[in-house]
């Protein structure tokens, strides 16, 4: 039988992406091949929202393109947002590539694949669910976005927001917990503006309530939200449902209302402490994470310092911080010069990262000798892993628990990005809805 790969980079968004289309090419009866070169059939599922990832992806296309050309045979698709509606001067760089493919276009990949490989594609595409899913799976609920932020990519080449219905939700989500899956994370570029486009109308409240009654789900979490659209409907039910963790990432961009307003974000910096106050308020104990971009053109000493200025207020568990680079295609592209130098937005990271550093390590320290339920996901050099409800990473020493068990687990030891602990118990699922 063919063999295939599939090769991914970017978001939770690409790695969900990418599941599909490794379940539509085993159904297909291709046999999955870890080694990218011992491949028959790759797909290249790429990122383009920072230069990092795109260069990650032009410089393996380049290695692959060498060796085909030296007759590797190999059959080549790129999926994903490096692939816009015109792809002349793509084909024009990489003349090697099969089939080019848009986010979430299945289709051409799998029916191109089929005529090539000589199997049938019938069912390839329908109702897919793998039969062995991870015990936290990633469940995309709205794709695109509609919000046009002025540095950023992904409206152009993912589209306007489009919600999955709530009853084709509920239903991949029962199959999954059917299979083992005890967490799910609900995914959208802006995941609080589900359900605008659908009718009747519904929003990410109604979404985790109907799916907070699937039975054998364990938790509920949800990614990326928007400080304009996370409503107080929303932030009310994340309190009031159990089965919803408490962590919120809500990225801020940055500290400074000119640069707010150049981004196009739509808030102001003291609107964004006001959502953080209401969700500190109104969830107890949530954990917060961010996204945050240094250098923005034009971006000064001074407005970088009032970015600097949130972190030490907020005090977010996480941060996600990223240098400025500018995507061919955006408004900020055609209309802002980068202005920032590269040597400097290196410095701003730093700074923001060793920052950071420091206010996750006092957090996290604090968290010594307290008890956290964590979901085991996995095994690292021997040590089970899991996460606590607010989603900070422990290791847990020895052994007793299997994987997709809730245990009770004290804190030992801590440092600025992980937490160690022992064992106190098990809890039934009995248990965990009722706390
Ligand atoms: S909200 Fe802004 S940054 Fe986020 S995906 Fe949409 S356009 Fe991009």
Redesign the pocket.
């Known amino acids: 039988m063919p063999s295939y790969h599939v090769w991914t980079v970017g978001c939770q968004m690409n790695v969900a992406d990418s599941q599909t289309l490794d379940l539509s090419l085993e159904r297909m009866g291709l046999d999955r091949e870890e080694k990218i070169e011992n491949a028959d059939v790759v797909i290249v599922n790429t990122c383009v929202?920072r230069q990092s990832a795109e260069d990650t992806a032009n410089g393996l296309l380049g290695r692959l393109g060498k060796r085909k050309l030296n007759d590797s045979g190999q059959f080549i698709a790129v999926m994903g947002c490096m692939v816009g509606p015109d792809q002349t001067d793509l084909k024009r760089r990489f003349p090697y590539v099969d089939v080019w493919a848009r986010p979430q276009e299945f289709q051409p990949i799998v029916e191109t694949v089929g005529a090539r490989t000589g199997l049938s594609t019938e069912g390839c595409l329908a109702n897919l669910t793998p039969q062995q899913p991870d015990i936290a799976t990633f469940v995309p609920i709205v794709h695109g976005?509609?919000?046009?932020?002025t540095?950023?990519?992904?409206?152009y080449r993912?589209g306007r927001e489009m919600s999955r219905p709530v009853p084709e939700l509920v239903d991949e989500i029962t199959r999954l917990t059917d299979r083992g899956v005890k967490e799910v994370t609900l995914l959208g570029?802006?995941v609080d503006s589900y359900g605008h486009d659908l009718r009747p109308r519904v929003d990410l409240a109604d979404l985790m309530e109907r799916i907070h009654d699937v039975s054998g789900l364990e938790r509920i979490r949800f990614l990326?939200s928007?400080p304009n659209d996370m409503s107080r409907r929303i932030i009310r039910a994340i309190a009031d449902l159990p089965k919803v963790c408490e962590n919120v990432n809500l990225?801020f961009?940055a500290g400074d209302d000119r640069v707010l307003a150049d981004m196009r974000?739509g808030y102001t910096r003291s609107q964004f402490i006001d959502r953080v106050d209401e969700i500190r308020d109104t969830i107890p104990g949530v954990t917060l994470t961010t996204?945050l971009i240094v250098g923005f053109p034009g971006e000064t000493e001074a407005e970088f310092e009032r970015s600097f200025q949130v972190l030490e207020q907020v005090r977010f568990d996480k941060v996600h911080s990223a240098a400025y680079s500018e995507r061919k295609g955006t408004y900020a592209s055609r209309k802002m010069p980068d202005t920032v130098s590269r040597d400097e937005k290196k410095r701003r990271l730093h700074a923001v990262d060793d920052v950071q550093a420091q206010v996750q390590s006092e957090i996290n320290a604090d968290l010594v000798g307290q008890e956290f339920d964590i979901l085991i996901d996995g095994e690292t050099r021997g040590r089970l892993r899991g996460r606590t409800r607010g989603d900070k990473l422990v290791y847990v020493a020895g052994g007793g628990p299997a994987l997709g068990d809730t245990v009770r687990i004290g804190i030992t030891g801590a440092s600025p990005w992980s937490l160690e602990g022992d064992l106190r118990a098990t809890q039934t699922q009995k248990e965990l809805v009722s706390t």
Do not use: S
């Not at 976005?145 to 932020?149: N, Q, V, W």
């Open positions: 929202v976005c509609d919000k046009f932020c540095f950023c990519i992904i409206p993912r570029q802006n990326t928007h990225p961009q974000r996204d």
